[in-house]
């Protein structure tokens, strides 16, 4: 009789062994599976825009971002970076800050007001326009061929036609067209025809362009 409880308590402690063996391997199994799925999702969001190699413009070859920095370092005071949008009319520019031996700093410069941080001990090396993140890095960039560009990947390319492109002293895409007007006759019957239309618009908007009867607007077109 002792033996048989013997060997049922080997039984149950051994079957307790293999379900505690069971618990352990699926846990690690999801932590495995977890991880793999978070890394997975940062790599996709550095890929999307990361600001890397070819994407850094130069601070002193973006005229559309101002940077400076002071890495002096002493008992009074650390170091210090700042930047600013030189194009907010234009739209956002995207500054990365270089720092050495440390993490660096990105900046989303919506407007004209000067961002500045302290960097502690560590040392700026450079600050860069992302031209992967930017609206605009350089306004050698707005050119008739790009406001062209934009223009054909706006809504309003399906109904206009003869577009032609400048750009003026303010640095905006001027487009001249003959854009589609219509009129609704019966409910089954309608009528179009081109009439000419014109807009300026700053170049981060040209794709956001609509044709809302011959007149060109940026956004959706309101009720009729």
Not at 87 to 95: N, R
Not at 191 to 204: G, L, N, Q, R, T
Request: overall charge negative; aromatic content about 8%; glycine content about 4%.
């Amino acid at each position: 009789m002792a033996h048989e409880e013997d060997q049922m308590s080997s039984n149950v402690l051994a079957q307790s062994s293999k379900t505690r063996k069971v618990t352990w391997n699926t846990a690690h199994a999801v932590s495995a599976l977890f991880a793999l799925a978070l890394t997975a999702a940062l790599g996709g969001q550095a890929y999307a825009g990361s600001c890397e190699g070819g994407d850094r413009i130069d601070h002193e070859d973006a005229d559309c971002l101002d940077a400076d920095w002071n890495n002096s370092t002493n008992w009074l005071s650390h170091g210090k970076v700042w930047a600013r949008n030189e194009c907010s009319s234009q739209g956002t520019v995207v500054a990365k800050v270089d720092i050495k031996d440390a993490k660096d700093k990105t900046w989303s410069l919506t407007n004209a007001n000067k961002k500045s941080s302290g960097t502690g001990i560590f040392n700026t090396r450079n600050v860069y326009c992302c031209s992967d993140l930017s609206d605009l890095c350089d306004t050698s960039d707005i050119s008739a061929n790009s406001c062209l560009e934009k223009f054909q990947t706006s809504s309003a390319k399906t109904t206009c036609k003869n577009v032609s492109t400048s750009v003026n002293d303010s640095y905006q895409c001027v487009i001249d067209a003959e854009c589609q007007n219509f009129e609704q006759a019966s409910a089954s019957t309608s009528f179009s025809w081109y009439e000419p239309a014109s807009i300026s618009v700053d170049w981060h908007e040209v794709e956001d362009l609509h044709n809302c009867l011959s007149e060109l607007t940026v956004g959706e077109c309101s009720q009729f």
